[in-house]
């Protein structure tokens, strides 16, 4: 069988991130100044990076920074600046919404994206796909976002993230729950959405410290739940006490989320499944 688009783009994921922080000088002008009263929006995949990168500035003290999907940003709002993320640039709503907006800037993987017109444009072409399901663009994205906040970029867990084994019990499991806690909730969301993607799981994800008010009801012998970044004292205790297996790790969570990508290939091709081409899926959603 040919290699899948999809697990080289993942393996290209460490040397895309570095090659993100040597372009930060330059996309610096275009990103976020300190202060700056900032929404960010998307679609899908988008959309959690915009989570994850709105959360990790909040806490930073750089300024509010609110996250939103493309069709529910509220244009009433006084923002100084919004961020719009999309790998295509052609997604429908993300389209119409920088349509009526000022001071945007467009992260994309496509030079002449159509909604980088009349935008600050950051251009992370290197990282663009060909598989429909997204991996290095979002994670390259949120790489460089997080290097404008101070954060090392973490390529060498990356790196590690690539070989470390998958466990029998998470291939074998039924049901998955993601779950993290401030900036992490971006990253569950999007490693849910990746499992249902490529393998048709089914797949939950919640902040960590909400899961024990109702989502643990289901945690029982044969699934997995998947911990970015520490978790809250007493949860792995909780989850065993279901008989469900707990997964976490010691790696940078979005490193950590690159485990989680190969898992759901792993699962898709188990299945017979393409995650190239999941069904119903397109590259971009462009309505008519």
């Excluded at 949120?142 to 790196?159: F, N």
């Amino acid at each position: 069988m040919a290699q899948r688009h999809v697990v080289a783009e993942i393996e290209s994921q460490p040397s895309c991130w570095r090659r993100a922080a040597d372009r930060l000088g330059e996309a610096r002008g275009a990103l976020p100044r300190d202060g700056e009263r900032v929404a960010v929006f998307g679609c899908g995949t988008s959309l959690y990076m915009a989570r994850a990168y709105a959360a990790l500035r909040e806490s930073r003290g750089l300024g509010l920074t609110d996250a939103f999907p493309a069709s529910e940003l509220p244009f009433g709002r006084d923002y100084d600046r919004y961020v719009a993320i999309s790998r295509s640039g052609t997604t429908t709503e993300v389209l119409e919404a920088v349509e009526r907006l000022p001071e945007v800037t467009a992260i994309t993987a496509i030079p002449d994206a159509p909604f980088a017109a009349g935008t600050r444009t950051v251009v992370l072409d290197f990282a663009d796909e060909r598989s429909v399901v997204q991996t290095r663009f979002a994670t390259t994205a949120l790489a460089l976002l997080r290097a404008s906040l101070g954060d090392a970029v973490p390529a060498d867990d990356a790196e590690q993230a690539l070989t470390e084994p998958l466990d029998p019990a998470w291939l074998d499991a039924e049901q998955i729950t993601f779950l993290g806690r401030g900036w992490t909730v971006g990253l569950a969301e999007e490693a849910a959405l990746k499992a249902r993607e490529a393998a048709q799981l089914w797949t939950e994800s919640y902040p960590a410290m909400e899961y024990r008010h109702g989502p643990i009801s289901i945690a029982q012998p044969g699934r997995l739940t998947w911990m970015f970044g520490a978790p809250p004292d007493g949860l792995a205790d909780d989850v065993a006490a279901t008989g469900a297996t707990f997964a976490t790790s010691g790696l940078d969570p979005l490193a950590h989320l690159i485990v989680a990508q190969r898992l759901a290939v792993a699962r898709g091709e188990a299945k017979g499944l393409d995650p190239d081409r999941p069904r119903s899926l397109t590259r971009s959603v462009v309505l008519k």
